[in-house]
Nanobody, 125 residues
Framework: QVQLVESGGGLVQAGGSLRLSCSAS????????MGWFRQAPGLERQFVGA????????QLADSVKGRFTISRDNAKNTVYLQMNSLKPEDTAVYYC??????????????????WGQGTQVTVSS
């Protein structure tokens, strides 16, 4: 059974930092593109970033470029989202997801087969 478990969310002041982790089990982690998405109340799920199988390539949404970074440790079956210079508009539930990719666009939620339960990030002004 595939499980993705996010951790590291919380309440932080604007300008602060958080690091989210997503631990995967039940799959061959290195064969999956890993993505991060977020969803604020009343809004659609939004692409944040994705990282290739080996970690050699990443994509980030324009809204987080220069502030967020994605990394992965295939030995630990874990993907990370380092979030710096946080803004109130970053407040959302953050989800990690796993995709076999196979040519599907990494920014689209339907490209991902497995999802975590999400972790809340709240940025106060």
């Amino acid at each position: 059974q595939v499980q993705l478990v996010e951790s590291g969310g919380g309440l932080v002041q604007a300008g602060g930092s958080l690091r989210l982790s997503c631990s995967a089990s039940g799959l061959t982690f290195s064969r999956y593109v890993m993505g991060w998405f977020r969803q604020a109340p009343g809004l659609e799920r939004q692409f944040v970033g994705a990282i290739s199988y080996s970690g050699g390539s990443t994509q980030l949404a324009d809204s987080v470029k220069g502030r967020f970074t994605i990394s992965r440790d295939n030995a630990k079956n874990t993907v990370y989202l380092q979030m710096n210079s946080l803004k109130p508009e970053d407040t959302a539930v953050y989800y990690c997801a796993a995709s076999l990719n196979l040519g599907t666009p990494v920014k689209v939620p339907t490209s991902y087969a497995y999802w975590g339960q999400g972790t809340q990030v709240t940025v106060s002004s």
